[in-house]
């Protein structure tokens, strides 16, 4: 991080209460490391109690401040009385960053007898993330002050194939966050989705040919939330997902043949039952001209 951004980043959250969810691992532990170090309080929120402690005692060895909340973000009346228990314990939450995510790659062709795989990523990634943001919402009007930041995927801006499921359901918060922007502006509050590429974390692990194409670490990754949180915009995006986006309101089509190209590029993962994937030199070209869209 840019010695500028990371004093305005202090300047920022020092003394500020942020929750995290998937704080255990990935992007969601580096954020909220980032944060810790800082001076904001974190709240630690993911599934398994075991890794949250370890992120926690990690922070406080640090000198940081950090409590978890063990909580299974796929149970709505786990939210609630997480949610319950998290407002019993702090005055206030400044920042909340809807982190949780699970990703599947598979062509729609090839899950028409999978219906659940859209049903379980939508009920994280969008209904778990909406519920959190029902529950914490009235205290950040009631003070007129909070900043939610809701981590969307550059495969929303760039139709990547093989990730319906995923897409759709970060598409559906997209669109949540869009709405809740604007009725929540008068309240000072303000909503951020980070379009975030292909992060080098353990939910892209399965996918064995993702260790040969370009990916952000998770630092680059909580970098990309440090912006936001400093600049507090309605979207933060790459180049990369900028140029995705443009090209599909200016010239749909060509968009379409880009993608049909890698979906016929890249097969469906062979990880499942333990073939090695490496790239051919045609792969690895398109890669580097579309990183992050495999």
Do not use: W
Request: aromatic share 6%.
């Amino acid at each position: 991080m840019k010695k500028k951004l990371e004093h305005l980043f202090q300047q920022r959250v020092q003394g500020k209460t942020a929750l995290i969810t998937g704080a255990s691992s990935g992007i969601g532990r580096t954020i909220a490391k980032r944060l810790a170090s800082a001076g904001a309080h974190v709240l630690l929120v993911a599934r398994t109690e075991e890794n949250l402690r370890e992120v926690q005692l990690e922070i406080e060895k640090d000198g940081g401040q950090a409590s978890i909340f063990p909580c299974d973000l796929n149970d709505m009346d786990a939210i609630d009385a997480c949610s319950k228990n998290i407002l019993a314990n702090v005055e206030h939450i400044d920042i909340l960053i809807n982190n949780a995510g699970r990703s599947i790659r598979r062509a729609v062709e090839e899950s028409l007898d999978r219906f659940h795989d859209f049903e379980r990523t939508m009920q994280l990634n969008y209904f778990g993330a909406v519920r959190l943001v029902l529950n914490i919402l009235p205290h950040m009007i009631k003070r007129r002050d909070g900043h939610i930041i809701n981590i969307s995927s550059i495969g929303v801006l760039a139709n990547a194939t093989r990730f319906s499921a995923y897409v759709a359901s970060k598409a559906a918060l997209d669109a949540f966050s869009r709405c809740l922007s604007a009725e929540v502006h008068a309240h000072k509050i303000a909503i951020t989705s980070v379009y975030m590429p292909l992060v080098r974390t353990p939910m892209i692990a399965p996918t064995k040919l993702y260790n040969y194409v370009p990916t952000l670490s998770t630092d680059q990754a909580a970098d990309l939330i440090a912006h936001a949180i400093v600049k507090r915009p309605k979207s933060v995006a790459t180049n990369l997902g900028r140029l995705a986006s443009l090209t599909y309101s200016i010239v749909p089509d060509l968009n379409n043949k880009l993608m049909s190209i890698g979906f016929n590029l890249f097969p469906s993962s062979s990880a499942s039952i333990g073939e090695k994937e490496k790239l051919t030199l045609i792969q690895r070209a398109y890669a580097k001209i579309f990183p992050n869209n495999h």
